[in-house]
């Protein structure tokens, strides 16, 4: 039995998913949050969203965060919708409600920390990210200090909760419209997905 849920759960992860009554599966996770809480960068109007499940300190994500920033460069037809997804804990936890409180009171600068965050990656600490918030015109010492609170945990145990109904276990994840891809995909295969998403609808 456990053989069947595994198989079953592989086949649910690797093919569209078109059974929910909003126009996506991107559009229903994010309708699992209120208006304006998840970072979004990009076309808000796009045709296409991609939702992404991410840590920090991961290695592959830091990869995931290049190949979308060309893909937003080049494109004008997509949006980014970014969960924050701690799975490594500790100052991984940190760095996503300290860019979550960035979001939510300077929104233009996230994409900005968003990366140098993913810069940062494994070697990430205090001291760097402090240094980091200062570079960019923001009071780091001040939000380390206030995202240690865990202000904005309730988002990411949403998050969270949605990333283990899904069946996600690591990151990055990301959702294409209806396609959801566990782990890093490069920058050419997320073309192919839309322009196969274009010529279906």
Known sequence: MNHIKKFLCIIILVLPITTFAESNLASFIIRNHEANQLPTVGNIDAKYTIVEFFDYRCGYCAKQAVDYGNILKSRNDIRI???????FGGISDIAANIALKVWNDNPDLYFSIHNGFMTLGSS???ENIIQLLD??????????NFAQTQPYDQIIQINKKLAKDLGLRGTPASIINDTMIPGYVKEEKVI???NEINTQS
């Open 81 to 87: 919708v970014y969960l924050e997804f701690p799975i």
């Open 124 to 126: 990430m600490n205090k």
């Open 135 to 144: 570079e960019n015109s923001l009071q780091g010492n001040k939000l380390y």
């Open 192 to 194: 192919g997905l839309i």
